[in-house]
């Protein structure tokens, strides 16, 4: 009985000892996927949130350090959009105003993928220690990507920007409320190109999409446990 209780003294030791090693071990990498919402901004909706549809997608993210990470995004959002729903959407004719309406359905599907630079409010780390980190902060975010949109068939480059929020749950398991807006430089997205005769320049007049998604990672390649870390 005194040995059975030495071993399992010692095997819980062990298991304490373990585990506070891997709370205090960083990460170089998480990999996960995300599942949420998304709508577009387009000629035949231009409400936030309005018509919006399932959206998901996976991310593979590179930490750079405690206050700063890259990721990588693939995301795909179904879209949909009704003229109808419009107010006063007359289409441009060759031969001056018509009081006909146009006609158009616009779902689809946007697929993007995306590399994008966040940066953190508060250092992000699951063990406090003397560093200070913090399990759950706020980040901004800001990269480049490419969209494409089913229901014209085409392609274009976008600048995504947006906002999110960390939570790490466990020494390797991330939760994450992730939001970001892509502007388009197309106005193809939706099938119609100024259908009003509204001309577009830049971002001006162009279908731009949000997706807003609820992520979980998980992390690895640790760092070396016994090198000095940053």
Sequence with gaps: MKRLA???TLW???AASLTAQEDDTEYRMEFGAGIGTGFGINDVNTKAYGDAALAGGALLRFVLNPRMAVKILA???KTKGSADNVANFYPATPGGATTERLSHEAEGLVAGLAGLYEIHFLPYGYEKGYQGYKRL???LQIGLGMAYGSRA???TAD???GAGLKWKIGPRL???FDWLFHFSLSDKLDGLEAPTGIKSKMFRNKDHFNTTLLTLTYSISPRCPTCNKD
């Design 159 to 161: 600048v995504p920007i």
């Design 137 to 139: 902060t706020p980040y």
């Design 174 to 176: 991330n939760f994450g």
């Design 153 to 155: 068939k085409a392609a």
């Design 12 to 14: 819980l030791g062990l």
């Design 75 to 77: 995301s795909c959002s």
């Design 6 to 8: 030495l071993m399992l």
